[in-house]
């Protein structure tokens, strides 16, 4: 036994004590109101406690997991982000130095859509990206005489010119069907990585909302009732009935209870996405698609220096031309060092998955033969594989499908650890507990005979709204 409140509260000896609230007898009692506020307080706090420790597993397991897929997503992200960059420098070096801050801001963006930011869009992410791009190709690649302008005619003129050609990207389609694709194939491979990271934060705060939830002055009154007011007829060992115990539990947590079906449906949601991380093929691999960005920015390069004419003709149309700037114009005085904007007709007309039989100046821009790059973790890098992770996550979650619906009860086998024949049910000593349990919803407990349930806790009633919401999208 532990010690509740100060031992000067105790009587001396057994009488009656008519300010009694909750532990009501007819003979003499050894508690006195006194003794009932110091059980109150203490049964409320420990029912919080174990309620923690019982989801202190639940939470290490959906904390540790959020923090374990954001860091591997990251260093996916770092990797591929450096890989693309990498393209600038070795396949374009007259774009790296402007072009390093656009794959930076882009995969930026990658990393914050795959946090599951509400505000974020792929669509918007590609668009911003090839929209600011191609200024940069039109000027450096297709039309290098009017790339760079001295300081001096660098005016708003150039500024503007920058800007139409950034609003006019999407009509003049300078990079072809590469950037729907490279939407497409992030969108595909990018979904689940984005809904388990949304999933896992909604679990973790509906963690956190059960361990905040207050209990009710009433559930308090018939905690006391089952756990101290034996204590006052001097029967500090008799253990409460389990059929008490598991309808004064289910009254305290009716609104945990009324989280159990749709938590449920959100362990199944985050089992079926981490399986689709750990099973994922190449059509949908996250890893593969970000890789694969690379190769997406590099064809639609190609694809505008192949159709260089048509677009400088269709650019002068709207947004008029740009005056070269003397000093570039003399810097680049013959036509055979413009790479791909003097290209003949036919080249133009191509395809980039068909170009001419002697693409010379395709040949130029080709890069090496491509191949895979394989994610290799180095000495200093902890985070798991993507898979791996996934697996075991798939297999740790389903333990806790049904754990809020089953709190109440393993609350009480705590209570029940010592088999006895005897029980306290709440009045009296009996053998075996005459009520009737009831279940475990809100509806259910208007019958509850142990307590009476009105309503739920707001924060747990406003964590189930948002279950529901997310879980029957």
Known sequence: MRQIGPVELVPDRPGTDESLRVCVHPGPSCCTSKMEDSYMAAVRSETQQKMRSYSFELKYLINGHTKAYRETFESLVFFTSNLTSSLFDSAYSRLASECHPLVIQLFSDIKRHLSGDSNSSLDNTVRRFYNDLFPLVYRRLLNPGIGHTSPLSYSSTSTDHNECLRMTQQDVSPFGPHPRLLV???????????????????????????????????????????QYCSHCRGLTLIR?????????????????????????????????????????????????????????????????????????????????????????????????????????????????TSPPTHPAAYQRLQLQPRKSFPLKDSRGDKSRSLKKLSREFEGSVQRYQWFFSELPEMLCESEMEVEQHTCWSGQDVVESYAGRVVGSSLKAQRENSEMTVRNTDPVLKGAKKKLEQITQV
Not at 209 to 217: G, Q, V
Not at 266 to 285: D, E, K
Request: aromatic residues 0%.
């Open 184 to 226: 497409s194939s992030l969108s595909r491979a990018l979904g689940a990585g984005r809904a388990l990271s949304r999933l896992l934060r909604l679990a973790g705060e509906v963690v956190n909302a059960t361990e905040k939830a207050s209990l009710s002055r009433e559930c308090g009154r018939g905690l006391v009732r089952m």
């Open 240 to 352: 409460p009935c389990t059929g008490l115990c598991v309808n004064i539990m289910r009254g305290c947590l009716v609104g945990v209870s009324e989280l159990g079906a749709p938590w449920g449906s959100l362990v199944v949601l985050l089992q079926r996405l981490a399986a689709t991380l750990a099973t994922s093929s190449n059509h949908n691999s996250m890893e593969l698609a970000l890789l694969a960005v690379r190769n997406h920015v590099n064809d639609a390069i190609l694809h505008a220096q192949l159709h260089g004419p048509r677009i400088t003709a269709t650019v002068e149309k709207v947004c008029g031309p740009q005056a070269a700037d003397p000093m570039m114009t003399s810097a680049h005085p013959t036509t055979s060092q413009v790479p791909t904007s003097v290209t003949s007709a036919t080249s133009v007309r191509s395809s980039v």
